[in-house]
């Protein structure tokens, strides 16, 4: 059991026998009234996302969710494979399941698999990738360069793996 007070970006809590994470909240005292809080809770197994605000205070039921670091290792098929980095046990996650980190993912990549009761509920990708660019496009000469540039002044870039996003142009 938590209360508000111990609220936290990432914190599975348990409504309803259903597990929801925190992706953000907001303590709010008004004026007038009592103080409460806002949040936006994401259904671990399916996605949902739903605002739910809480009187300050209020114990709610919290889940143990372990968080183990792997490495990415390939894809199976429609499953990724990750190795655990304490045991080597290998898991094969569904591609329902990782989402849309499946487009980031890189093979020896380090990667957190959140757990509940031994079943893997969702993946938690580094906050940086280095990434080689392979292809851009010949830059244009700007006449005066802004210090961020316009996303005219942009230009297509192929990294690794085939993936395109843009770059700044410089001359």
């Known amino acids: 059991m938590a209360t508000t007070a111990d609220f936290k970006n990432g914190l599975v809590l348990v409504i309803d026998g259903?597990?929801?994470?925190?992706?953000e909240f907001q303590h709010v005292k008004p004026g007038k009234g009592p103080a409460f809080v806002r949040t936006k809770l994401k259904n671990v197994v399916s996605g949902k996302v739903v605002d739910k605000t809480y009187n300050a205070g209020v114990k709610v039921e919290t889940a143990t969710?372990?968080?183990r670091d792997t490495t990415y290792?390939?894809?199976?098929?429609?499953?990724?494979?990750f190795m655990d980095s304490e045991d080597y046990e290998q898991h094969h996650l569904p591609e329902?399941?990782?989402g849309d980190a499946a487009k980031f993912l890189l093979e020896g990549m380090p990667v957190q698999v959140a757990f509940h009761n031994g079943t893997p509920l969702y993946i938690e990708l580094p906050v940086t990738v280095e990434l080689e660019v392979t292809h851009t496009e010949p830059g244009c000469r700007v006449t005066a360069p802004a210090p961020v540039p316009s996303p005219q002044h942009w230009r297509p870039a192929r990294r690794s793996r085939s993936r395109c996003s843009?770059?700044?142009a410089t001359s």
């Not at 894809?75 to 494979?81: A, E, L, N, Y």
């Open 166 to 168: 843009s770059t700044p």
């Open 65 to 67: 969710v372990d968080r």
């Open 73 to 81: 290792l390939y894809r199976d098929g429609s499953d990724f494979v």
């Open 18 to 23: 259903q597990l929801w994470q925190i992706v």
């Open 96 to 98: 329902s399941l990782v």
